[in-house]
């Protein structure tokens, strides 16, 4: 495990600056101090905006910010081993998945080096009325201005890279907010971007203080778009003291999957199994419930569940595991209660269910009333649900009863009822034949209902982080 007990400092206009105060980052496998990064609050906020605001009075033209992100996906692929250990140590994600984190941040800068060299506006087709005639139109996109961004623990690089590259792709200076347990990604990243030429202001990093650093995007007027992805709880308030900004959701999930009867049982229990367990379920779009037809249950189960016990629990910092902890042992003490709960309310717990050492098996539980927390809630651990099902519509209302609604999936060999249940699920995504966790960085990518109400993925990020303005000529 890389654990350089060095610290860290944090970004403000440029700088490498030091607060007297400090986080501490520990592995959530081992607690082993990983590092320790410079703590910051309110005041090194404002520092943050005051130079952000500064940054923005001499813009980068689009070529100068597509040459940066380009720089920044072409410097992260020189260090991905480094990158990919810095996410495994302090998210204690596995190696496996922590490689293909920095994979999938490389195409996240490089998709927003492509909108940064192509963002125009449109011709208005002013003479298709009367009042237009004689006029010629069109927009141009203006950067929104300062960003505030806020980042989860979950994804430490690229969630993080889809906040700061569409941002320098729309002309934004961002103030950037990384989860306290997994700061250091963050600024390796904002490191590469200085080392690929980004002036100072445009991007600063502020670690720490979570409520004192909100309260300053949520009041400081300069802050004119605040980008937050994490919990519902923390979202939506932040939005709602927000009124007059513009405050961008990404938030949690209770995945849906339908097997029907006709599907590749083979494929999609070996997809399933893959992508309900692979962090340890701490991915917002982690396979959470499984309806399984009830013709096939008993095989699917029969190729499921042996697939889900060879899973390898152990070290994230072993390249061969495949689950590892979860981020804190209180989150793993609160799945446990979610286990014994659904158990205690007459569940079967397929496998699973135990430690291993002191870390959580992938668990499968079996009828799990309706209302029990793994059925409807976010479980955000290696935990899924597996249920039969008589009906596809009966599926449909299944898989819809949350409140949630960012990506679902449907594995089925007919493509009329994969349309159909395509139109149905109420979620911002759906997946066919291919597990719902899945994501390419270029998607438009995020939720309906308590899911949240926007969509990421550079070209679409871009849109929100830019206004339209119009000119009107009179010819
Ligand atoms: P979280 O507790 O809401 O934290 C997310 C971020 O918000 C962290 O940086 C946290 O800082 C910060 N924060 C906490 N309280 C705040 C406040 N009062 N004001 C401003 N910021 C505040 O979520 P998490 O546990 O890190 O992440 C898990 C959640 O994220 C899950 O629900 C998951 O589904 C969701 N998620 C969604 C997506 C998506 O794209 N839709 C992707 C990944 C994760 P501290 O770390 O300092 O507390």
Known sequence: MATATTERAILIGGKWVETGDWLEVRSPYDGTL???????????????????????RE??????????????????EERADEAARTISAEAGKPMKAARVEVARAVSTFTMAAVEARTLAGDVVPMDASLAGAGKIAFTMRHPIGVVGAISPFNFPLNLVAHKIAPALAAGCAVVLKPASQTPLSALLVAELELEAGLPA???????????????????????????????????????????????????????????????????????LAANAFAFAGQSCISVQRIYIERGAYETFLDRFLPRVESLKVGDPADEETDVGPLISTSERDRVLSWVDDARNRGADVLTGGTLEGELLRPTVIAGAPRDAKVSCDEVFGPVCTVSPYDTLDEAVALANGTRYGLQAGVFTRDVKAALRVAR????????????????ADQMPYGGVKDSGNTREGPAYAV????????VVLQL
């Open 59 to 76: 813009p980068l033209p689009a070529h100068r910010r597509a040459a940066i992100l380009d720089g920044v996906a072409h410097l992260l």
């Open 463 to 470: 849109r929100e982080m830019t206004e339209e303005r119009l």
């Open 201 to 271: 202001g445009w991007l600063n990093v502020v670690c720490g203080l979570a409520s004192e650093i909100g309260d300053v995007f949520v009041t400081d007027e300069r802050v004119k778009l605040i980008t937050f992805t994490g919990s519902g709880s923390v979202g939506w308030k932040l939005r709602e003291r927000a009124a007059r900004k513009r405050v961008n959701l990404e938030l949690g999930n209770a995945t849906p999957v339908i097997v029907s009867a006709d599907a590749d049982l083979d494929d999609a229990a070996f997809r």
């Open 34 to 56: 990983v590092r320790r990064v410079a703590k910051a609050g309110a005041g090194e906020t404002e520092q943050a905006l005051d130079a952000a605001e500064t940054a923005m």
């Open 424 to 439: 149905e699920l109420e979620f911002g995504g759906v997946t066919v034949n291919e597990a719902p966790t899945f994501r």
